[in-house]
């Protein structure tokens, strides 16, 4: 039975120290207490833990472009994440989690602000029948998350730009996105986080009694720098991604040049190359250059340069997923 609550919040805008946090909060969670964590991520795609990185996001633009891919422990779907989304964390004993208590507060902190929200069957939250927030779930022994977003002013350019990728780069197993039509709470009024920061507060302790935001910067918790270690991997964030297969053709002046490879681990395996370039020797020396090589433009680039292929290196980072 929950017997106290705590509101805690960050000034922290890093998806890997955030998620690392929120991941320790999980684990030490004391018996009768629930928490509710707000924060959020500057530039960051956030993909869920069975999800393939390359399937899911252009990663490549987005780290050129300064962004942050982050892989978070809940399962679910990919999600852009910017200074006009707002995060939220339930995290309670595991005999106390309740969705419908925890999204009772999502709907009444919005609808407070004078906008009428509803659930919809996919753990997701709507206006009009558009989604404002997506919701995740990660049940342990002795505790449970239930975290989720609120876009109240975040960039829709940058979400179809970073998330849509063709499937034809990269066909792969896994988890894929569903696509939903989306919305910001202020398109139905003018908002500010800091308006939906106070609506969450309030509603949280109208459910869950009285309590003071307090800041989690800073935090002493046990395991905090290995979890932050990991979330910042990039064995985690790429490394974890179902297997699938990965092929790219084109024709240069000096021949056609068309490449499969198996990406296992968030590595190229298996890889074959072919080409009716006059050089035979090309295509086993690429095979060979590129076996094993992190599925990474930076990586790939080296290699090819390593064979002096600059034209290869610079083909590839145009056309990776």
Known sequence: MIQNARILVTNQADPHKNLALEEALLRTAPPGLATLFLWQNRHTVVIGAGQN???????????????????????????YHDMGNLNFSFLVPRQDYDLARQQKVVLDAVRSLGIQAQPTGRNDLTVEGRKFSGNAFRLLKDSALHHGTLLVSADMGLVARYLNVDPAKLQAKGVQSV?????NLCEYRSLTIDQVVQAMEEAFRAEYGPCIPAWADGLDIPGLDQLTARYQSWEW?????????????RRFP????????HIERGCMRQVRAYTDAMDETLGPRLAQALES????PEPLAQRLHALDLPELAQWLAQVFP
Not at 62 to 78: H, I, N, V, Y
Not at 179 to 183: L, N, P, Q
């Open 53 to 79: 990185a390359w399937r899911e996001c252009n990663t490549a633009l987005l780290e050129r472009e300064g962004g942050t891919l982050a892989r978070r422990s809940s399962g679910g779907g990919a999600v």
């Open 237 to 249: 964030n790429y490394g974890q991604s179902p297997a699938g297969d990965w092929h790219v053709e």
């Open 293 to 296: 090589c992190p599925f990474q």
């Open 254 to 261: 000096w021949g056609g040049i068309e490449l499969f490879a």
């Open 179 to 183: 696509k939903s039509r989306v919305a």
